[in-house]
Structure formats: C-alpha cells, structure tokens
C-alpha cells in the first residue's frame, strides 16, 4: 500500500494541563498517521533536539536551582528555537505531518496566565521563536486541575507539577481563554472517559484537517 501524501505539511499540536493524558494520546495520533501509511514526526517540547532534552532536564528536574518565570519564559522560547528550526520547519517543508507534544500556547497558558509574565513580551519572543510556524489544529485536553494534578503526581512531581494548585487553576483558564479565542484552530475535548473514546474525538478532528490537505489520486 502506497503512503498518503499530503499538498502540504501539517502542524498538529497538543495542550492542557498536568495530568490531561496529552503525552498518551498525542502519541497514539502518531502511531495511527503511521498506521495509515502518513509520512509522520512526533516531537516534544521541552525536548525534541539534543538543546531541547538538556534544558527540558533542567527546567523538570532542577533540585536546588530557583527559576522565576521570566526565566522560564526565555529557557521554553530556546528550546522552541532550536526545534522549530531543526526538527518541524523540516518536516513541514517536506510535506509531512507533525505531531507535537505541547508548541506555543503552553508558554502563554503556563508562564504568561499561569506565571503572569506580560503577554505582550511573550507574543513577541514567541514570533521570533516560531519563525511563522502556526499550528494547523491544536487538541486542548480539558480535565479539571485537582483531578490532574492528582493523576501526575501519582508517581512523584517533577518541577512544574510541583507548583500549587492555584498557579494550575490559572494555567487552566489561560488555556480555555485561549479556546475561546481561536476556535477553528483549537479544539477542546473534556477528558471525561476511557483513552480509546477520547482518541477517537481526537482522531475525528485530525480527519477534518487532513481531508483539506490530502492529494487527490
């Protein structure tokens, strides 16, 4: 069987707050676009380059460095930096969908909501990051913060995870305000069920973007 191809590359990204199961189901997305023979690229932020992993190490898992939010706002842009330009541009330019594990509207959510960093100077310095990258469709996994916040720590908390509720309230709101704003691009869906019927939300709107941008044969 031939590989789908596509008339242009496609951005698909994933959001939503700890413990929303976006890792899980951003990757069973990818394992289906590879199933149907779509020339895929999973990525992660932070992480996805060799830059990207060992900033990801210290923004997680810094024990005994202090990080203010500003801070944390130029570390993430780096990191998108260095992926944009060597990983998703790429990608993208050769027609092929990619599949990322969190991309811009985490900075504005975390540290500008969330962290109450001034928006302004976010928007700007994620333009600079992103080089014109824009997402095709972005999937907000929605669950409520106590619920998430249980369900990420169960097996210890890393940094972020770590910060107090009310932080994750407002990176909550951040992102249904973000929602609410751009809703032909960002779609979201409650996690409210088994993975297998969320997927399958998930995997209804990846068909609607894919459909606008499959090569007739």
């Known amino acids: 069987m031939a590989k789908e191809a596509l008339r242009r590359g496609i951005l698909i990204t994933f959001e939503g707050i700890e413990g929303c199961g976006k890792s899980t189901q951003s990757m069973l997305l990818f394992e289906y676009l590879k199933k ?41 842009e780096a990191c998108r930096a260095q992926i944009v330009k060597e990983i998703i541009k790429p990608a993208l330019d050769k027609n092929s969908m990619v599949i990322s594990d ?14 109450r960093v001034d928006l302004t100077v976010i928007k700007t310095l994620d333009r ?40 994750h309230k407002r ?10 704003k751009n809703p032909k691009r960002i779609k979201v869906i409650k996690v409210d ?15 609607i973007v894919l459909r606008g941008f499959k090569r007739s044969r």
Do not use: C, W
Request: a positive charge.
């Open 36 to 76: 149907i023979r779509l020339n895929s690229v999973y990525t992660r932020e932070p992480g996805g380059t060799k830059l990207g992993e060992a900033v990801r190490r210290v923004l997680l898992n810094s024990n005994g460095i202090r990080i203010s939010d500003l801070a944390e706002l130029f570390l993430f």
């Open 102 to 115: 969190r991309f811009s509207d985490a900075t504005v959510s975390y540290q500008g909501y969330g962290g």
């Open 128 to 167: 600079i990051a992103t080089d014109g990258v824009v997402p095709d469709l972005t999937i907000l996994l929605d669950i409520d913060t106590a619920e998430g916040l249980k369900r990420a720590r169960k097996k210890g908390a890393d940094r972020m995870e770590s910060k107090d509720i009310a932080y």
């Open 193 to 207: 069920g088994a993975i297998n019927k969320v997927q399958a939300h998930i995997r209804e709107e990846a068909e």
């Open 171 to 180: 990176v909550r709101a951040g992102y249904l305000k973000l929602a609410k």
